[in-house]
């Protein structure tokens, strides 16, 4: 089974050359940020999540957390070592403003550090990225009393954090939630419910796990407009802010699953006793408000892990294509047989993938330096459009990137032949494990529907042709050696502004029926643009002078992009006839008739 190798070298060109690190360094925000590092912190973050958290990947697969008796779970060994040694590295806080106990890093590089802990080991990472999300839940609408007793522990890592959305009878539909929260004299709050799908709702690797939970108080209207969000600690705090007495929530089940089996995913129960003690978060009744205000994170975050599991995939792939003789190739020496990666199909379906996993790595670097500008520009109109970008460009990558690494999983499987379907190679692992991505953080339906009918709608569909734009400005200027990728560029364009158009003039089911064929077009185009931009930089250092071992890599980048905008992007751009087909096929049948 291959070791994780960390992308070092292509992490470092895309944030160079599509995040323009250089220039994020100079916000205030990241004054600490010295980018000439930049090289020395992936290096460091690569040695410790390829040595730490990548070892453990296969052990927690064949060996998953478990619930003991008590209600306690026990994770796989080696987890809470390996989780402490990430508290002590700090790679937790790496991405936090140092008023945090951050290290000030901007978030499209913590997004670098993030891929290499995905990838090393889903299962395990998903504990600090739920942690995440409830800190910065926490930092954008907790009250200072509430930031300055739980935001230090969570950004640490001492403390970890959960978000209990999901009930039995509420999965995506968060208005159906029936768990209660009745305010108590003492100006807390008792609640009474049971969560489901809590991702580690209950473990051994951190001293207390901070809850926050969505729920109704009393005199709460029907439907999201009803819900307010809640702090749940797993043990109270004492007078010394120190975990005390144990709240009233547990885990009463674990969930067995096709993927990530070390992750513990927990029925929760609260209140069984006297109520979980609960603590509102901002005002009663703006809790989804609050949970949507983090979601541009989480939903990067969940797109990036398709990223990492698809590149942790290819890897493994590629070295067993390297390795692996069948067959007989024209200059094969008489009896011998030829490697299987000289075999044509097989090259197919490695630069398939190869060329899928830079365009994703691009799309989510690209989008978390969007996220960075919207949040610390100095300029108003400047931190309007990143905002505006950022907003546009999370559904394509949590949806597309979730997608192709379902898809691209497959493929390295499939180098594998029959020995990927025995689990010992460990080749199953990865499709097992990043399937659950695009399902959850929203589906990827719903990122389809979001995409169509709120990001399309900004500025009646200026933002998105604003993109379109640059995306054509790239393939006019494109130089003469990268003349192969303007003809495909320019011909998505096209398609790219007619579907929109189209959509945009056709609200209501038509452009829903074919908002999930959009979303995959529009992320592919831009997923094409970053590509050939990164030729076209690659292209400017080869000229530079670079040789050896850079000049190879230089080379590449332009093949990439070739083979993606040339063979995979008119495969997306083909998806026109289903974007603007229309809801009537797709009423046609009745109910019954579909049986």
């Known amino acids: 089974m291959t070791t994780y190798r960390p992308p070092l070298q292509d992490m470092l060109f895309v944030l160079e050359h599509i995040c323009d690190v250089r220039s994020l360094a100079k916000l205030e925000a990241f004054g600490s940020f010295d980018p000439d590092s930049l090289p020395d912190i992936l290096s460091e973050a690569g040695r410790f999540f390829s040595e730490v958290f990548a070892p453990l990947n296969r052990t927690g697969d064949t060996t998953p957390s478990v619930r003991n008796d008590d209600g306690s779970v026990t994770t796989p060994p080696g987890f809470r070592d390996a989780y402490e040694g990430y508290v002590e590295a700090g790679w937790g806080a790496a991405a936090f403003g140092p008023e945090l106990g951050g290290g000030g890093l901007p978030w499209a590089v913590g997004l670098a550090l993030q891929e290499m802990m995905t990838a090393s080991n889903l299962a395990l990472s998903l504990c600090p990225l739920l942690t995440q999300g409830g800190l910065h839940l926490l930092d954008l609408h907790g009250s200072p009393a509430q930031r300055a007793e739980y935001l230090p522990k969570l950004v640490s890592g001492e403390w970890t954090a959960t978000m209990l959305l999901t009930e039995p009878h509420a999965?995506?539909?968060?208005?159906?939630?029936?768990?209660?929260?009745?305010?108590?004299?003492?100006?807390?709050?008792?609640?009474?419910?049971?969560?489901?799908?809590?991702?580690?709702?209950?473990?051994?690797?951190?001293?207390?796990?901070?809850?926050?939970?969505?729920?109704?108080?009393?005199?709460?209207?029907?439907?999201?407009?009803?819900?307010?969000?809640?702090?749940?600690?797993?043990?109270?705090?004492?007078?010394?802010?120190?975990?005390?007495?144990?709240?009233?929530?547990?885990?009463?089940?674990?969930?067995h699953k096709m993927g990530i089996h070390a992750s513990p995913t927990c029925v929760m129960s609260l209140g069984e006793d006297d109520g979980a003690v609960g603590y509102?978060?901002?005002?009663?009744?703006?809790?989804?408000?609050?949970?949507?205000?983090?979601?541009?994170?989480?939903?990067?975050?969940?797109?990036?892990?398709?990223?990492?599991?698809?590149?942790?995939?290819?890897?493994?792939?590629?070295?067993?294509?390297?390795?692996?003789?069948?067959?007989?190739?024209?200059?094969?020496?008489?009896?011998?047989?030829?490697?299987?990666?000289?075999?044509?199909?097989?090259?197919?379906?490695?630069?398939?993938?190869?060329?899928?996993?830079?365009?994703?790595?691009?799309?989510?670097?690209?989008?978390?330096?969007?996220?960075?500008?919207?949040?610390?520009?100095?300029?108003?109109?400047?931190?309007l459009a990143a905002q505006e970008l950022c907003d546009l460009l999370t559904p394509l990558s949590k949806a597309w990137c979730t997608d192709v690494a379902n898809e691209t999983t497959s493929l390295a499987l499939q180098i594998h032949g029959g020995m990927g379907y025995v689990e010992e190679t460990g080749a199953s692992q990865y499709c097992r494990d990043v399937r659950i991505a695009a399902i959850y953080e929203g589906t990827n339906g719903i990122q389809a529907i979001d995409l169509v009918g709120r990001k399309l709608a900004v500025r009646d569909g200026a933002v998105v042709h604003e993109l379109l734009d640059r995306v054509a400005e790239t393939a006019e200027g494109l130089h003469p050696d990268l003349a192969a990728l303007r003809e495909p560029l320019a011909s998505a364009v096209a398609g790219g502004r007619s579907c929109t158009d189209w959509l945009l003039g056709n609200p209501g089911d038509a452009a829903l029926a074919g908002a999930a064929p959009y979303l995959r077009l529009l992320a592919s185009v831009v997923g094409a643009w970053l590509l050939a931009r990164s030729a076209e930089a690659a292209r400017a250092e080869l000229a530079a002078g670079a040789t050896g071992a850079e000049a190879e890599y230089l080379n590449a980048k332009t093949v990439t992009a070739e083979f993606f905008c040339r063979q995979l992007l008119p495969q997306a751009t083909a998806l026109s006839p289903a974007v603007t087909g229309g809801n009537a096929i797709l009423a046609a049948l009745s109910a019954e008739q579909l049986r």
């Open 280 to 383: 509102l978060v901002g005002e009663e009744n703006m809790g989804m408000v609050y949970m949507f205000t983090m979601m541009n994170n989480a939903r990067l975050g969940v797109g990036l892990e398709g990223v990492g599991v698809a590149d942790r995939a290819y890897q493994q792939a590629l070295d067993h294509a390297a390795e692996r003789r069948q067959g007989r190739r024209p200059d094969t020496a008489p009896g011998e047989r030829a490697a299987i990666i000289e075999h044509p199909d097989v090259r197919r379906m490695l630069l398939t993938q190869k060329a899928c996993i830079e365009a994703m790595r691009c799309l989510c670097y690209y989008n978390a330096t969007a996220l960075d500008l919207a949040q610390h520009h100095p300029d108003d109109a400047d931190r």
């Open 171 to 255: 999965g995506s539909d968060l208005g159906a939630l029936t768990t209660r929260a009745e305010r108590s004299a003492d100006g807390s709050y008792r609640l009474r419910g049971q969560k489901i799908f809590i991702t580690w709702g209950e473990h051994d690797m951190a001293a207390n796990t901070i809850h926050l939970v969505l729920a109704r108080t009393p005199d709460a209207p029907a439907g999201s407009r009803g819900i307010s969000c809640f702090i749940v600690p797993k043990f109270l705090l004492d007078a010394s802010g120190n975990p005390g007495d144990r709240n009233d929530i547990a885990c009463v089940s674990i969930e």
